[in-house]
């Protein structure tokens, strides 16, 4: 699942202003040590938070644009996600830790190896105080799965499902998939009110829609262009995990106003966006920084406009990219310089082994030595200089400022041309589904991640028919091993045919990943309970979070 930050052309900037950006930011950081950076020096990881000692009353929480849509079969960004992962269930339940537990589904079993069988609790009840029932589940499924669905790709394998007892939903699918029931636990495993839906037609999701869901908390107000509240659902299904807050209030600013919010006691946590900005908020005695787990990786996402299709090129930018420049620069040294376009979150079995084929991968050096450098000089030479300069999309904030530039410097140094095109911050997300703006650049920068604990949900992402796939990345028997590592359930099985899928992706460097930014949250020291993993996209957090006195 991608981070939709939904943003259209188009203003260049000169070539020459964005490498200096980027040089300057580098420069100070690297005269002025991590200190003039703000980075804090005793922020704890784990995937949560010490545990609430009680209930409170109502808590804000900031998060840094307003949704577009409560329909997340139409857009589920990450704005949309921390709201309504509190409030829409799903089939399966991500745990803090990145694990999968049933959950609307009692079970899930495997009863043949191209058959799963969900048995449904009986005791969920949906907001409105209706029974979730087998045919809520069923039409749920089959909106995530129909075509141009975010969600949709979870169901490729899918061949049939079906409603085969009052609570069993019987899926088919073409072959045994081992990611299937970790989808589940994503947006595609969301169990919607059937009834709501259709009655709200094309207004489900809008600001003046209720919501359609069974979770601890539901959608109360949604004041557009101002707030959103969700409140304590009245009679949950699930007593033993109801909100612990009666009210939890929702506001959205960009990350110096989220600072100023959080140090001044006007909100009292956000999930923060670039882990950068806990710096200033190390300095306050009123607010406690954490980080956790996550898949999220930001990476240089080459489009099929032209340049970049040639691997070469790819690879030699790969070589001459900055990266703990990057870091330090754009995320205050709280993001680690990354070879891969998925995160350590990821790696939820076989970890030793995941971790030592990561450690052997070459081609993205954290800083690019004279050798990577000529090594990427030669590259360009083989593919020969392209006619025109390579364009990379910038949206005007700070993260991608600083990645731009730094692929402006890298290509400057191996004897390429590259200039900055902006776009509106708020379309920028078009990038995954406008061919005609993804015409407008050979590269665009996005934080990417997954609900998924396993590598193999991001790898499907080079099969030769991946909607992400925009360079059309060929490996030699990619696709049929992409299906095999899907249809493998035993774990150290899987890992092998993961890390070669890895392999081939990283040489030939379909994207150019840049930096993994953990999970990073700020909180007021009075509450606590949160999960400090990326869960926060899943799991319902904020029904977790209460006081933190006795």
Not at 62 to 78: H, N
Not at 403 to 432: C, N
């Amino acid at each position: 699942m991608k981070r939709n930050n939904r943003f259209k052309p188009v203003a260049r900037t000169g070539v020459i202003a964005g490498a200096a950006a980027f040089t300057l930011a580098l420069s100070a950081c690297n005269a002025a040590g991590p200190q003039a950076q703000s980075t804090p020096t005793d922020v704890s990881f784990g995937p949560t938070t010490s545990e609430a000692a009680g209930a409170i009353d109502s808590f804000t929480w900031m998060i840094t644009q307003e949704p577009a849509t409560f329909d997340l079969d139409k857009d589920s960004g990450t704005a949309e996600n921390t709201i309504m992962s509190n409030v829409c269930e799903r089939l399966m339940k991500l745990q803090p830790d990145l694990t999968t537990t049933p959950h609307l589904a009692e079970k899930a079993e495997w009863t043949s190896d191209t058959t799963v069988v969900f048995t449904l609790r009986k005791d969920v009840t949906f907001h409105d105080g209706t029974p979730m029932t087998a045919d809520d589940v069923l039409w749920s499924m089959q909106r995530h799965a129909a075509k141009g669905a975010d969600e949709s790709d979870e169901y490729a394998n899918v061949t049939n499902m079906a409603k085969t007892s009052d609570n069993h939903i019987t899926v088919t699918l073409k072959q045994r998939d081992a990611i299937f029931l970790q989808a589940m636990a994503g947006n595609g495993g969301i169990v919607l009110n059937r009834k709501v839906v259709e009655v709200q037609g094309a207004n489900f999701g809008s600001p003046s829609a209720p919501d359609a869901c069974s979770g601890p908390m539901k959608l109360e107000k949604w004041s557009a262009g101002s707030n959103i509240t969700l409140t304590k659902a009245a009679d949950y299904w699930d007593a033993d995990n109801a909100s612990l807050a009666s009210t939890v209030t929702f506001r959205w600013a960009d990350d110096n106003a989220i600072v100023n919010a959080l140090t001044s006691g006007e909100a009292q946590g956000a999930y923060l966006d670039s882990p950068a900005t806990a710096g200033p908020l190390q300095k306050s005695d009123k607010v406690q920084i954490a980080q956790g787990p996550s898949t999220n990786v930001w990476s240089l996402i080459a489009t099929e406009r032209g340049a970049l299709k040639d691997e070469r090129i790819r690879q030699a930018l790969s070589l001459a990219l900055n990266r703990e420049g990057v870091a330090q620069a754009a995320f205050g040294g709280l993001a680690k310089p990354w070879k891969t376009p998925v995160g350590p979150g990821a790696w939820g079995y076989e970890e030793p082994t995941f971790n030592s084929a990561y450690e052997a991968l070459t081609g993205a050096p954290a800083q690019p030595s004279e050798e990577d450098l000529d090594k990427a000089k030669k590259l360009v030479q083989e593919a020969g200089v392209p006619a025109e300069p390579i364009v990379v999309a910038n949206s005007g904030d700070s993260i991608r400022n600083v990645i731009s530039s730094a692929l402006v410097e890298a290509a400057q140094k191996i004897g390429l041309k590259a200039e900055i095109v902006t776009i509106p911050r708020q379309q920028y997300g078009d990038f995954y589904s406008d061919a005609s703006l993804r015409a407008q650049a050979d590269l665009f920068s996005d934080e990417y991640y997954i609900s998924k604990n396993d590598p193999v949900g991001f790898y499907k992402n080079g099969a030769s028919t991946a909607r992400v796939n925009f360079v059309k990345f060929t490996g030699e028997g990619y696709d049929d091993k992409v299906k095999e590592a899907q249809a493998t359930t035993d774990n150290a099985a899987r890992a092998k045919l993961a890390i070669d899928l890895e392999k081939q992706w990283t040489e030939a460097v379909v994207w150019i990943p840049v930096a993994h930014t953990p999970a990073t949250i700020a909180m007021a020291k009075d509450i606590t309970g949160a999960p400090s993993s990326a869960s926060f996209l899943y799991y319902p957090w904020a029904a977790d979070v209460g006081s933190s006195k006795k």
